[in-house]
């Protein structure tokens, strides 16, 4: 996963093809990639791993991920990945058969996170201390970062005007991603989640994107899934890095980017299409992707 999203506009394997654009900042030592993964099948790909750090925010998809004297780690989104490497390694992944990933990454070469990232350096150093290769570490995205991957996937700027947004924004991710992977565990939450809980959160989810028009309530959603109000509303959050309703929105909201951008609706038919009134879609379509509407359909 985390090497391919550095190959942009080609198609890596038989397996996997790669759709995006990248920008490089400060001499090489911060980069940014946004785009997609489509997967023909679910073969292990087999990447090397740059040495540094890398961030990726991952949406709604999953995928499989092998990194050298690590066990095999199921990925699921949204949420960020965090890969440290300090040496000369390979990394595997695989994607389910059919399935497209859209994904925002951020590089720190090593240098910088030693020079510029003390704190965070030291982090990851006793993190992976006594493992002889890449260290993993997984969080749920939060709806900041999400928010502000959308801004990136949706940045209508041109030229150096759109290398200084870029840059600010792939700071402003790293910044919350390191925040996130960093934040000590609560320990005021005793919530168990089984496996069998998760996937009846993420079969609430799915009822939610297919339903956004008419959502069920929280009630309602509960009862289908066979989940309680307390394991629903507080395992969804920390499932996903969002409540309930909050996911929805933002659910909505990237539902109805994709409309304006394939051209085929106007901003009334898009927002009423995703459950929205006009006039409150485009204060929350600004809010989410930081332009308006009619600037995408442009």
């Known amino acids: 996963m985390v090497e391919k999203a550095l190959e942009i506009g080609k198609t890596i394997r038989p397996a996997v093809s790669i759709g995006g654009s990248v920008a490089s900042f400060y001499d090489g030592t911060v980069s940014l990639t946004c785009g997609h993964i489509c997967a023909q099948s679910t073969a292990w790909e087999t990447e090397p791993l740059t040495k540094g750090l890398k961030l990726v925010v991952v949406d709604n998809s999953e995928l499989l991920c092998k990194l050298p004297n ?34 925002t990454a951020i590089s720190l070469s090593a240098s910088a996170v030693k020079d510029r990232l003390p704190t965070a350096f030291e982090r990851l150093s006793d993190a992976s201390k006594g493992a002889s290769g890449p260290s993993l570490a997984v969080t749920s995205a939060s709806a900041a970062v999400r928010a502000l991957c959308a801004q990136v996937s949706a940045c209508p700027l041109r030229g150096l005007s759109r290398t200084l947004y870029l840059s600010g924004k792939a700071l402003e991710i790293a910044a919350h991603a390191l925040d996130s992977l960093q934040a000590a565990p609560s320990n005021t939450d005793d919530l168990h989640l089984s496996t069998a809980d998760i996937d009846k959160l993420r079969h609430a989810r799915d009822i939610l994107t297919a339903r ?87």
């Open 70 to 103: 690590c066990e095999k780690t199921r990925i699921v989104g949204p949420c960020i990945c965090a890969i440290w490497n300090e040496s000369d390694c390979e990394g595997m992944q695989s994607f389910p058969t059919g399935s497209r990933m859209q994904f």
């Open 212 to 298: 956004m028009r008419q959502p069920p309530s929280l009630a309602e959603l509960g009862q289908s899934v066979g989940l309680n109000p307390r394991k629903l509303t507080v395992g969804f959050r920390r499932v996903f890095g969002d409540s309930v309703f909050g996911y929805l929105q933002s659910a909505k909201l990237d539902a109805a980017y994709r409309l304006l951008v394939e051209g085929e609706m106007s901003v009334s038919c898009a927002a009423y299409s995703v459950g929205y009134s006009p006039a409150h879609f485009s204060v929350a379509f600004r809010k989410k992707f930081g332009v308006s509407p009619k600037q995408v359909c442009l």
